[in-house]
């Protein structure tokens, strides 16, 4: 039968609506659906109560306020707390992915004693009291062994009741090598007790400013709270603020700011100096603030005459004399200009020449503890536990210097020389028997990563509180876990360029996955267990106890908002007179006078042999500290940074045709520090003579979605000590390229 297409038209039709009509295929339907979420396999989506639970995040020292969506036991998504003094509603791509770090297979399950060699990844679960007898035995040893002083630890924070406990240990034990890790806090330290007399930190009023002048920091892409930051810079934006992006690199933020200079790396305290010398020359600063509460402008202007005209600069910074002078006016035009100091996402540290360059400029605006400027932040104190008493044996190692030599400084706070510590125990001139290491991962994220390893093998005992198999739990003998901050109590204090001081409480979203215990209490056991002086420096029966007795009348408050706004009792507030010995901001003295004398720091390296700029930088869309990435960040990146395993660098075409290379073409990069295998990608937002490369890749241990993927920039800068300070300010390194 020859079919027409009107019979084909009406029995397509009519089978098609017979089909619809027919139970048939519904049926099918349906048995196939009921077949398919009873395959093991298939997620089965949380059926019960819901609940909302307001905490804190803790996987950046933004300390955000975020508030976490339950059904029935299980967490089911994370969301920005809309009551946060400190980040309203937002929530960057890491905390976001925070449930992919609770339920991820990275977690450790169990205390593990390693069985294998160091990073070879064997490890027998024991229990915790072997574990903590074990510690406990250890540190016991090097007391009768009159060496108390070879323990150290090393922790994110050191401020809050954990690093706290963990110093208290040390102290009790009889050692002064407690360390946090770097950070540019180190500087800003530093800058705020030379400059105005204070101990404490600096907040930045950004919200408040109306042109915000940036040497270098990643405000659009996880600098301090990320989402107040966002959320500032829009409203900046919306305002008709403007933005001033200092970064050789055509970073977000430098995309979306008015003005973007891109001087060559470490050259900013250089651009810095310089703008305050058109403000001086041209008479643009603030008469009022500087006359009445600065010391020293003299000798300042002075400095600046001799030697930072832009002019006398433009060679070593690479920028136009009028690029240094209509930043400056624009600077100095708008009403509450602000400066702002801080690589990177402002975890990295950094040299204290360009903070107190950098903080001359928000002094030359009268931007001092005023709204739109910055301010001086009291650090907290609500921690007062009972005094110690150290025995004879801690008494005496308490007297032997530290292993980074914080004693050569000549300003309070000192900060954490960590790289001098490593460099000392790898060169075998320190004696370090014993490490503990809580929330940081050092051997992926210090620079120099490979000598850090290298060090760690020369450590005899190393335990790690990680609650991820990180680099450091990888070389570590005992891995004594944490449950992770979705599933513990812990008072956060807030600093990250806050004006608030604010405390956040993490709290148990869900009961514990696994055989973790919270490492305050894993603290306090050890101090127990050994005993006598050490034991007795420990009153609490558990760190639930400690908590609730530090915190006080503030517990409550805790629990109903999640946070506590500390009140400010000793906070300059306004410009009515300073800490130091003349009662003004010190604009520059001898001690100021001698650090913008030392020498910028440089990476080790000759440019002959190695003539690029290798920098890092920071993305929102990959976390670089102590906790890796989570898979959901991975799937997000763009493939000029990673391809399948393999890492991008990005170079100008200038730079690119030079060195005969092309849009992803196989390179070698190599520094004094080590070389790796990239791809490369072509940018033109990229100064050249640069070769820049992402932080947070090339992690060697935790899982599947991670380990192996590109490159760890850490591996390639070695550290690089500020003459100043003595603390590390690694920007970079010295490189080349060659095609692979
Ligand atoms: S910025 Fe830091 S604290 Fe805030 S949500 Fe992201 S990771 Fe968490």
């Known amino acids: 039968m020859k079919l027409s297409r009107r019979c084909f038209l009406a029995f397509s039709i009519g089978g098609a609506a017979g089909t619809a009509l027919s139970p048939l295929p519904w049926k099918l339907t349906d048995d196939l659906s009921i077949w398919s979420q009873n395959w093991p396999w298939t997620p089965v989506p ?15 020292p933004g300390h955000c306020g975020i508030r976490v969506r339950k059904v029935d036991e299980r967490a089911v998504k994370i969301e920005g707390q809309e009551s946060s003094g400190m980040n309203p509603g937002g929530i960057c791509l890491l905390g976001l992915s925070g449930l992919q770090l609770l339920y991820g297979p990275t977690r450790i399950q169990a205390p593990l004693k390693r069985v294998g060699e160091r990073g070879e990844n064997r490890w ?33 924070e050191d401020t809050g009741t954990v690093p706290q406990l963990m110093k208290r240990l040390l102290t009790a034990v009889g050692s002064p090598n407690f360390y946090r890790m770097p950070s540019m806090e180190d500087s800003q330290a530093a800058v705020l007790a030379l400059t105005q007399g204070e101990e404490g930190f600096v907040g930045m009023d950004v919200e408040q400013a109306d042109f915000v002048l940036s040497f270098g920091s990643a405000l659009l892409e996880g600098y301090g709270a990320s989402p107040r930051m966002m959320q500032a810079v829009n409203r900046l934006r919306a305002d008709g603020g403007k933005l001033a992006q200092i970064d050789s690199r055509l970073s977000n933020t430098a995309a979306k700011s008015d003005i973007w200079l891109a001087p060559k790396p470490g050259t900013e305290a250089d651009v810095a100096l310089s703008i305050a010398h058109v403000l001086i020359t041209r008479n643009r600063y603030d008469h009022g603030f500087v006359s009445q509460w600065a010391e020293g402008f003299e000798a300042f202007s002075a400095m600046v005459a001799e030697k ?9 910074t690479g920028l136009a004399t009028d690029q240094i002078i209509s930043t400056a006016i624009a600077f100095a035009d708008a009403k509450h200009p602000l400066a702002v100091y801080g690589k990177g996402k402002g975890q990295q540290p950094g040299s204290l020449k360009e903070a107190l360059a950098v903080n001359a ?18 650090g907290y104190d609500y921690i007062q536990w009972p005094a110690l008493q150290p025995d004879d044996v ?8 530290r292993l980074d030599q914080k004693g050569d400084v000549v300003y309070p706070n000192p900060g954490y020389k960590v790289h001098r510590m490593i460099e000392a125990v790898g060169a075998g001139s320190a ?9 940081s991962n050092p051997c992926y994220s210090l620079p120099g990563a490979d000598k850090v390893r290298t060090a760690f093998s020369k450590i005899p005992f190393v335990v790690s509180f990680s609650s991820f198999m990180d680099e450091t739990a990888m070389q570590s003998d005992l891995i004594l876990p944490n449950p992770i901050y979705l599933e513990r109590y812990e008072d956060v204090p807030v600093k990250a360029g806050t004006t608030r001081r604010r405390v956040g409480l993490c709290r148990p979203v869900v009961a514990p996955l696994h055989n973790t215990q919270h490492v305050g209490d894993t603290i306090i056991q050890i101090a127990h267990a050994m005993e006598g002086s050490v034991a007795a420096a420990f009153p609490w029966t558990d760190y639930a106890t400690c908590l609730k007795e530090t915190l006080s ?30 009662g003004k901001f010190v604009l520059m003295n001898e001690t100021i006078g001698a650090i913008y004398l030392a020498d910028a720091p440089l990476p080790a390296g000759d440019e002959s042999e190695y003539p690029l700029q290798l920098v890092a930088y920071d993305t929102i869309r990959l976390s670089s500290q102590y906790v890796g990435s989570s898979p959901f960040m991975l799937k997000i990146l763009s493939d000029t940074t990673l391809k399948g395993q393999a890492g991008f660098v990005e170079l100008n075409p200038e730079t690119a045709a030079k060195l005969n290379l092309k849009e992803g073409a196989s390179a070698t990069i190599t520094t004094p520090a080590g070389s790796a295998d990239v791809r490369v990608h072509l940018d033109e937002g990229i100064r050249p003579g640069i070769v820049a490369m992402a932080r947070g890749l090339g992690h060697t241990a935790y899982d599947g979605f991670l380990a192996g993927k590109g490159v760890n920039v850490n591996q390639l800068i070695a550290p690089v000590e500020d003459p100043a300070s003595g603390l590390d300010a690694a920007w970079g390194s010295w490189a080349k390229l060659a095609k692979g």
């Not at 930072?308 to 070593?316: F, G, L, T």
């Not at 400029?361 to 009291?378: D, E, V, Y």
């Not at 004696?431 to 929330?439: F, G, I, K, N, S």
């Open 46 to 60: 949380p059926d019960g109560e819901y609940a909302y639970i307001n905490t804190t995040c803790t996987l950046c």
């Open 124 to 156: 027998q679960t024991i229990s915790w009291e072997e574990a903590i007898e074990e510690v406990a035995g250890r540190l016991n040893d090097l007391r009768s062994k009159g060496q108390p002083q070879a323990v150290a630890a090393l922790a994110s």
């Open 308 to 316: 930072y005209a832009p002019e006398k600069i433009a060679d070593r």
């Open 361 to 378: 400029l928000n002094a030359l605006a009268g931007s001092i503890n005023r709204p739109g400027g910055i301010q001086a932040m009291a």
């Open 394 to 401: 801690a008494a005496a190692g308490l007297q032997t210097p």
């Open 431 to 439: 004696d370090l028997q014993a490490l503990l290491v809580a929330e």
């Open 553 to 582: 009348d503030a517990w409550e408050t805790l629990l109903e908002k999640g946070h506590w706004e500390v009140p400010e009792t000793t906070h300059a507030a306004g410009a009515d007179g300073f800490k130091t010995a003349s």
